[in-house]
């Protein structure tokens, strides 16, 4: 168990108009359920964490209504790109943005030309140097890398993030007759929400939560999710995956935490084995766990007739407000 720091006494919080936006794309990204979300945030909480970082789109919801003042935050994710795209947004906030300006200058001369040669002569020889540099390189990330991360992610088709076999980015060029690639001001408010007292942004498995995680404390997981079918699996973030042991190990986890009276949140798919492992398991339902089927919208699928409203689970300890 770690030491930790000396929390304000938890209260409740209004909610401000939004002022903060992720600045990065991501599949399953919760922007369109916040709504949904917000009836399972805890009235009073701790220290609040994120192990599947992804967007952020919850922390920066729950930044804006002010309900993380005070607090220790735990901002977590396995993917070395994602993570050191963070800090380097964290702590190189006007190099990015500088890097970015440049970026869009060029996009806006021949897109699909300057996608590639970004993706393949710059950015994936970058990558692979850094990759060649041993564990957690994410920490080694610099701004121009991160630059071109953003510029990938904001031009890429569906602002997909995934991995060949090989570890190499291999999204190709989407089609967007005007993509925002620099938003300067956006990143500086980042950047100074990630540099307040007590924000921790680190590579790291989501199994570490349960090394310093204490009674009160609120994680949102938000994992890739289960396939609902045998061509709906999207979850080559990194190159590994996530499997369905994974899915496993994730709600012993879950059950874990919720055993030692954290808040507890996950979204998932409402494949069948999700149902398996929390709506009809006992011991999920024993530690105070219940599924709830939300509406969402399908953003990820080569075909846009495909997307569009679909179930998913909310998977939480904490009773829902109406």
Request: glycine fraction near 8%; hydrophobic fraction near 40%; include cysteine.
């Amino acid at each position: 168990m770690v030491n930790m720091p000396v929390r304000r006494r938890a209260s409740e919080s209004t909610a401000t108009p939004s002022t903060i936006r992720p600045f990065l794309k991501w599949a399953g990204g919760k922007r369109q359920l916040l709504p949904q979300l917000a009836r399972f945030h805890p009235q009073r909480f701790g220290a609040y964490c994120e192990p599947f970082l992804g967007s952020g789109a919850l922390f920066f919801d729950l930044h804006d209504r002010g309900q993380l003042e005070g607090r220790r935050i735990i901002l977590i994710d396995n993917n070395p790109d994602l993570i050191g795209c963070w800090l380097a947004v964290r702590g190189e906030t006007e190099r990015v943005i500088r890097g970015l300006r440049r970026l869009e200058t060029a996009h806006r001369s021949d897109p699909r030309v300057c996608y590639y040669r970004v993706r393949d002569e710059r950015f994936n020889p970058a990558r692979r140097r850094l990759r060649a540099s041993g564990a957690r390189w994410g920490e080694q990330y610099t701004p121009a890398l991160a630059a071109m991360l953003i510029y990938l992610n904001r031009t890429g088709f569906n602002g997909l993030f995934r991995l060949n076999a090989a570890g190499g980015f291999n999204v190709p060029v989407g089609r967007y007759a005007n993509p925002r690639i620099c938003d300067a001001d956006n990143l500086r408010v980042v950047s100074a929400a990630l540099s307040r007292p007590g924000v921790e942004v680190r590579e790291d498995r989501f199994e570490s939560v349960c090394e310093w995680a204490m009674p009160g404390d609120f994680i949102y997981f938000d994992p890739p999710y289960a396939p609902v079918s045998a061509t709906a699996s999207f979850t080559a973030y990194t190159p590994g995956g996530f499997s369905s042991d994974d899915q496993c190990r994730l709600q012993q986890v879950v059950i874990e935490l919720a055993r030692r009276g954290c808040h507890v949140l996950l979204s998932n798919s409402t494949a069948p084995e999700v149902t398996a492992l929390y709506a009809e398991n006992v011991v999920a339902r024993a530690a105070g766990l219940r599924a709830h089927r939300v509406s969402a919208r399908r953003a990820i699928n080569s075909r846009g007739a495909a997307r569009g409203a679909v179930d998913e689970y909310l998977i939480s300890n904490i009773p829902p407000r109406s």
